[in-house]
């Protein structure tokens, strides 16, 4: 079995190869990604390293609270990705609204 861990805080020169390297030091990594944002590709400054099980808390124990180049790692128990609905527009619900047209000075008869 495995666990994913929650490291943030992280320099944002940092890569996915660093990343692997710094746990590494503690326990195996079988895969570590450091979050990147979609359009320009810059780390979001968080990432994901998945370790043995019976391993996992060694690394938050020496890590959390760690420095990197002066940032103080946040490291913890990787909590499950809530769904998303698929429509992502936000919450601002869009759609028919309803109601009647026009408006103006009111009606004459």
Do not use: C, H
Not at 19 to 32: D, G, K, N, P, R
Not at 50 to 62: H, S
Not at 70 to 79: D, F, I, S
């Amino acid at each position: 079995m495995t666990k994913t861990l929650y490291v943030g805080n992280l320099p944002w020169a940092v890569t996915n190869d660093d990343l692997t390297q710094a746990v590494a030091q503690y326990t195996e990594v079988i895969s570590a990604r450091v979050a990147t944002d979609r359009e320009s590709g810059r780390s979001r400054g968080f990432g994901f390293v998945e370790v043995p099980e019976g391993n996992a808390q060694t690394v938050i124990d020496a890590l959390n609270g760690a420095e990197w180049e002066g940032r103080a790692l946040t490291v913890n128990e990787a909590k499950p990705r809530e769904d998303r609905p698929a429509d992502r527009r936000g919450g601002f619900g869009g759609g028919d609204r309803g109601g009647f047209g026009g408006g103006g000075r009111g009606r004459r008869f």
